[in-house]
């Protein structure tokens, strides 16, 4: 058994990632549906959030049918981060989900996303701040690091849980290699087996498959 706070979910479970434009309440309800064991919002600005922005506000939403579900933030600003997750722990989800790992260039050169991996200090402080801040478990997603001299994985995930983060997803590849290259597990191998480490760690890049889904209870959703 795995253990996110107090969600326990059976062992090798399935997440799915999240999709800005693409994990919206009827995707995730089909991939619900198909097995997945827990699922995350697309990701919101905490910027947007906090000034109640219509599309960031609307990416709150989903249903219970989605639980355990997690409502992931980005941002570059603590104060906002601290906020937005304020603010997102009110629409009741079951996990609060920090990206560390968006490449886009209107958000990574802000310093979020992916680009607060630049700045290691900062990127801990923000998370301790969004630990303090809400009573819900925190996890974050990130990448292996912020470029090829930069491959911190293993001693930011050191850092991150002992902030407080309750699992950590990480993303094969560094904030600058393109999606075309493969993945890189290894160092998501050494993350796992660091004896320091003891939060649930997922691996993420090019999963493309899996166990079966569980028929019977797609078949009893189907019938719902
Ligand atoms: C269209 C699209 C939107 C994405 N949006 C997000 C997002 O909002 N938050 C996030 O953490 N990752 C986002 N990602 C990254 C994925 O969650 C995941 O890390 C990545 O696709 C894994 O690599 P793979 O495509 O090789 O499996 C996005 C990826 C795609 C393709």
């Given at each position: 058994?795995i253990?996110i706070?107090?969600?326990?979910?059976a062992?090798?479970?399935?997440?799915?990632?999240?999709?800005?434009?693409?994990?919206d309440?009827?995707?995730?309800?089909?991939?619900k549906?198909?097995?997945?064991?827990?699922?995350?919002?697309?990701?919101?600005?905490?910027e947007?959030?906090?000034?109640?922005?219509s599309?960031?506000?609307?990416?709150?939403?989903?249903?219970?049918?989605?639980?355990?579900?997690?409502?992931?933030?980005?941002g570059?600003?603590?104060?906002?981060?601290?906020?937005?997750?304020?603010y997102?722990?009110?629409?009741?989800?079951?996990?609060?989900?920090?990206?560390y790992?968006?490449?886009?260039?209107?958000?990574?050169?802000?310093?979020?996303?992916?680009?607060?991996?630049?700045?290691?200090?900062?990127?801990?402080?923000?998370?301790?701040?969004?630990?303090?801040?809400?009573?819900?478990?925190?996890?974050?997603?990130?990448?292996?690091?912020?470029?090829?001299?930069?491959?911190?994985?293993?001693?930011?995930?050191?850092?991150?849980?002992?902030?407080?983060?309750?699992?950590?997803?990480?993303h094969?590849?560094l904030?600058?290699?393109?999606?075309?290259?493969?993945?890189?597990?290894?160092?998501?191998?050494?993350?796992?087996r660091?004896?320091?480490?003891?939060?649930?760690?997922?691996g993420?890049?090019?999963?493309v498959?899996?166990p079966?889904p569980?028929?019977?209870?797609?078949?009893?959703?189907?019938?719902?």
């Amino acid at each position: 058994m795995i253990r996110i706070g107090n969600i326990d979910i059976a062992d090798f479970p399935i997440l799915l990632a999240p999709m800005e434009d693409v994990s919206d309440p009827p995707f995730r309800h089909v991939c619900k549906m198909f097995g997945a064991d827990i699922m995350y919002t697309e990701f919101i600005s905490s910027e947007g959030l906090i000034r109640d922005a219509s599309k960031s506000v609307k990416k709150l939403d989903f249903e219970e049918f989605e639980r355990p579900i997690g409502i992931q933030i980005f941002g570059h600003d603590i104060e906002s981060m601290i906020k937005a997750a304020e603010y997102a722990e009110r629409a009741q989800p079951d996990i609060i989900d920090i990206n560390y790992g968006c490449p886009v260039k209107k958000v990574a050169s802000k310093g979020a996303g992916s680009g607060i991996m630049n700045n290691i200090p900062k990127m801990v402080a923000m998370t301790e701040a969004v630990v303090k801040a809400v009573k819900l478990p925190v996890t974050v997603k990130t990448r292996l690091g912020y470029d090829e001299n930069r491959k911190d994985i293993v001693e930011i995930a050191e850092r991150l849980q002992d902030v407080g983060i309750e699992a950590l997803t990480i993303h094969g590849r560094l904030r600058t290699t393109r999606s075309s290259v493969p993945a890189d597990w290894s160092l998501i191998g050494e993350v796992k087996r660091n004896p320091r480490m003891h939060i649930p760690i997922f691996g993420n890049g090019d999963v493309v498959d899996g166990p079966q889904p569980n028929i019977s209870r797609i078949r009893m959703v189907l019938m719902d």
